[in-house]
């Protein structure tokens, strides 16, 4: 398809994997030049030359490890001309309030919550001095329906959920436009990691995690693409009149948890 995409510079974090790394593809894919970025080298390098073999696009990475603001500064300063920043940096544990302790809770919110709130501060007052750009936080489902055994996950995606529809609310005044993806369940390592995580709290056995994936939509998880996708319709100008809404992508879990 053709979103009209093509030579604009797009930003994406944690985009050495799953999702990020989708939506890098998605973008390269109409033609736009992409930066990554993620905390190892190894896995942007990689991503990097798979993205490179297959579009005609320039693309950079940045190792950088968002939980530190000055290398939000660092980026905000070497990527200046951002025109769409998808934020999806962050790894936040699962587990109920007893597993996840103080200071467990804390690195993760610096890195997915405090990452995106400063990514947000930084790359909007740059979009704004152009009056153009759009920023994409990859949320999480979790956000509109709390779950126990997820709960720092389940509390930061809230707290982000506000923040993007705060900042969306106000953006048109500046030419801008923010909105949020809420993802459910997305077939990733992370994914994995976390459904072993709950079959070991609930199960007893973390290999009994496959148990988990039967009663989703279409027994089975989304896929990194079909996220993507979403975010590079979001990113053009034919969603031009979307902002501060954010879109749910769960396969009807939501819809299918609230009519219990």
């Known amino acids: 398809m053709d979103l009209g995409l093509r030579g604009r510079k797009a930003l994406v974090t944690g985009a050495s994997k799953g ?3 989708a939506c890098a593809e998605a973008l390269a894919q109409e033609g736009c030049d992409v930066v990554l970025v993620s905390r190892t080298a ?4 990689a991503a990097r030359e ?3 073999s297959k579009h005609n696009v320039a693309v950079r990475f940045y190792p950088l490890d968002l939980s530190d603001s000055r290398n939000v500064d660092k980026l905000a300063a070497e990527c200046a001309d951002t025109e769409i920043l998808i934020n999806n940096a962050g790894a936040i544990p699962g587990g109920n309030i007893d597993a996840i302790d103080e200071t467990r809770w804390r690195i993760a919110w610096d890195l997915k919550v405090f990452g995106y709130i400063n990514m947000t ?3 909007y007052a740059l979009m704004r001095e152009r009056n153009k750009g759009v920023i994409i936080n990859i949320l999480g489902a979790a956000g509109e329906n709390p779950d126990f055994d997820y709960i720092a996950g389940s509390s ?3 707290a982000l959920m506000a923040f993007t ?8 005044r500046d030419g801008l436009r923010v909105v949020g993806i809420n993802p459910g369940p997305v077939m990733t390592e992370r994914l994995v990691s976390l459904m072993r995580t709950r079959a070991h709290s609930q199960l007893g056995d973390v290999d009994r995690w496959t148990e988990y994936m039967k009663p989703l939509a279409f027994g089975r998880a989304a896929k990194p693409e079909e996220i993507a996708w979403m975010a590079a319709f979001l990113a053009c100008d034919l969603s031009g009149y ?5 879109i749910t992508i769960d396969g009807g879990g939501s819809s299918r948890r609230s009519a219990l």
């Open 242 to 246: 979307t902002t501060g809404s954010i």
């Open 19 to 21: 999702i990020g790394r």
């Open 165 to 172: 529809r705060a900042m969306g609310g106000t953006a048109p």
């Open 42 to 45: 190894a896995d942007l390098e």
């Open 121 to 123: 501060r930084r790359f």
């Open 156 to 158: 930061g995606n809230a």
């Open 50 to 52: 798979i993205i490179v």
